[in-house]
């Protein structure tokens, strides 16, 4: 008696169809082409200096991508997020320089301040019901105006500066802009955070009942409201874990450069965004990964730097921008459809 063929339905899927369910796919395969014709096409790239300088350029980048994924695969935006950066770095450098206060509790009442620029963010969203889009467009001009008018008002310049001679700099300046020393180039401390917050994101993500509640909150709210997933305070807290990556970058621009612009950080939100977006994340939410908005910032930091090694005129990086940004989303798109017919 001839044994009858499996059920197709309980037969593990192929290990090409387990490839393409995942968001970060298509920014792997991007990242090795970018990284392939740089290293051929210049001689810097591949040097101790080359990578230092590329995996620097993507670090503080990355550390704001990952974030910024995590609030897109819950299914919203964050255009305060750029301009969070600087505040945090002068409200620390402020408190440093002008009040005397020592570095560590300046970065922690920055970070209380971002958390609550996160926390306003979420909860104007959840209560109004208005896009984020437009909440924190507020947001941003707010913070811009801030910025502004408080550093001049307290400086009479729209700098800060002075951050090395106060009181705990030097240990809070290791642990977020110090350098370790290999094959004869620097690499700074910033690509270990970077590293540091892409693992936890990515295990909260995929192995925490949070990380469930964000792709649901992302997928449909109305359905996961009704399944019992806390829909505002899991939007709440995307915000505040955004607004907290701004301040580790904030922290590590003001360590490390000891002044800080009040306009520094305008236009870097989208810069996170389009990296969240290569990277495999879709502007409609409940789809994305943080590993794949990592590799997003790599390959920003790896095209940005590899143009400058081959000599090209900087404004060619605008149309590497624009044609990455629609080859994603078109990518996403075809991954995003090819997962839904293999998980039916």
């Given at each position: 008696m001839t044994p009858a063929p499996p059920d197709e339905r309980v037969r593990p899927p192929r290990l090409l169809d387990r490839l393409v369910v995942r968001p970060e796919i298509g920014s792997l395969l991007g990242a090795l082409l970018v990284f392939t014709f740089f290293s051929l096409v210049t001689e810097r790239f591949l040097s101790a200096g080359g990578v230092a300088t590329w995996l620097d350029d993507?670090?503080?980048?990355?550390?704001?991508a990952v974030a910024v994924a995590l609030l897109m695969v819950g299914g919203e935006f964050d255009l305060s997020a750029g301009v969070l950066t600087a505040s945090t770095a002068l409200v620390t450098a402020?408190?440093?320089?002008?009040?005397?206060?020592?570095?560590?509790?300046?970065?922690?009442a920055s970070l209380v301040f971002a958390l609550a620029v996160g926390a306003l963010n979420g909860w104007l969203v959840v209560r109004t019901g208005l896009p984020s889009f437009i909440v924190t467009l507020g947001t941003f001009l707010a913070l811009q105006g801030l910025n502004l008018g408080v550093t001049r008002l307290v400086t009479g310049t729209v700098q800060v500066s002075g951050m090395r001679s106060a009181d705990g700099y030097a240990s809070a300046g290791f642990l977020f802009a110090s350098t370790v020393t290999f094959g004869g180039s620097a690499f700074y401390v910033s690509i270990a955070w970077w590293a540091l917050v892409t693992v936890v994101a990515a295990v909260v993500l995929l192995r925490t009942r949070f990380g469930n509640w964000v792709f649901a909150v992302g997928g449909s709210a109305v359905s996961a409201r009704a399944v019992g997933v806390p829909v505002a305070r899991t939007k709440v807290l995307l915000f505040m874990t955004t607004a907290g990556a701004a301040w580790l970058v904030g922290s590590i621009n003001i360590?490390?450069?000891?002044?800080?612009?009040?306009?520094?950080?305008?236009g870097l939100e989208f810069q996170f965004i389009i990296a969240a977006v290569i990277g495999g994340c879709l502007l409609t939410g409940g789809f994305g990964s943080a590993v794949g908005a990592a590799i997003g910032a790599l390959i920003f930091g790896m095209a940005r730097q590899g143009i400058v090694y081959a000599n090209w005129n900087s404004d060619w990086f605008q149309l590497f921008l624009g044609v990455m940004l629609l080859a994603a989303v078109l990518v996403n798109n075809a991954l995003r459809r090819r997962a839904e017919r293999v998980r039916r």
């Open positions: 993507a670090s503080t980048l990355g550390i704001m402020v408190l440093a320089t002008r009040l005397g206060w020592n570095t560590w509790l300046a970065l922690l360590l490390r450069f000891t002044s800080v612009q009040a306009n520094q950080g305008i």
